[in-house]
């Protein structure tokens, strides 16, 4: 059984930094997409970022883009999330979410079929 484990997650002020980890194990077959979605209570889940395993492409949600670096470390299997210039509008629950044919894209969550537990990330004003 495959699983997605999330960590990094905190507390930070405004304008800090923090560094997500979602360290993928158990499947017998590799992913096509990997991505970051967020989410607050009473809202939906949005894509924040988003790469393509084989060729490294990626995609950033406009709100996170030049503060957020998405990046995969295949020989562990890793994909990481460095957040600076954090506002308190990043505040969010984070999941890291796996697909092996991310049918829909990079930014949708119907692309993904494999979804970590969640992080928190909370930033302070």
């Known amino acids: 059984q495959g699983q997605l484990v999330e960590s990094g997650g905190g507390s930070v002020q405004a304008g800090g930094s923090l560094r997500l980890s979602c360290t993928a194990s158990?499947?017998?077959?590799?992913?096509?997409?990997m991505g970051w979605f967020r989410q607050v209570p009473g809202k939906e889940r949005e894509g924040v970022a988003g790469?393509?395993?084989?060729?490294?492409?990626?995609k950033y949600a406009d709100s996170v883009k030049g503060r957020f670096t998405i990046s995969q470390d295949n020989a562990k299997n890793t994909l990481h999330l460095q957040m600076n210039s954090l506002k308190p509008e990043d505040t969010a629950l984070y999941y890291c979410a796996a697909s092996p044919w991310c049918s829909s894209g990079l930014s949708r969550v119907e692309s993904y079929n494999y979804w970590g537990q969640g992080t928190q990330v909370t930033v302070s004003s």
């Open positions: 790469i393509y395993t084989k060729t490294g492409s990626t």
């Open positions: 158990g499947y017998s077959y590799s992913m096509y997409c």
